[in-house]
């Protein structure tokens, strides 16, 4: 079983930066591919952001291309999102995810295995 911790969320001026982090407890960390989704109020959970178990291959959403990078840390156990340029449409909670798969990221939020709580993301405009 893996416990997932989300933190590093707040209120932000547009323009402004953040820098999530989701620390990963009870399992190997290197195995999952790791996600971060986000959800709105009244709006589906989606992908914004996905690392590979190795790190070696990422995806973004278009809506967040050139301004989130996703990267991970096998050694500590983590997953950091770096959220630049935050627009107001950004407003969310955001959740890290683990699916123990093979070398893939899937969107699908169905597919991921364990979840963080949740870190509330809020871009003021």
């Known amino acids: 079983q893996v416990q997932l911790v989300d933190s590093g969320g707040g209120l932000v001026q547009s323009g402004g930066s953040l820098r999530l982090s989701c620390a990963a407890s009870?399992?190997?960390?290197?195995?999952?591919?790791m996600g971060w989704f986000r959800q709105a109020p009244g709006k589906e959970r989606e992908l914004v952001a996905g690392?590979?178990?190795?790190?070696?291959?990422?995806y973004y959403a278009d809506s967040v291309k050139g301004r989130f990078t996703i990267s991970r840390d096998n050694a500590k156990n983590t997953v950091y999102l770096e959220m630049n340029s935050l627009k107001p449409e950004d407003t969310a909670v955001y959740f890290c995810?683990?699916?123990?798969?093979?070398?893939?990221?899937?969107?699908?939020?169905?597919?991921?295995?364990?979840w963080g709580q949740g870190t509330q993301v809020t871009v003021s405009s």
């Open positions: 995810a683990a699916d123990l798969a093979p070398s893939y990221i899937s969107i699908q939020y169905t597919e991921y295995d364990y």
């Open positions: 009870g399992g190997t960390f290197s195995l999952y591919t």
């Open positions: 690392i590979t178990r190795s790190g070696y291959t990422t």
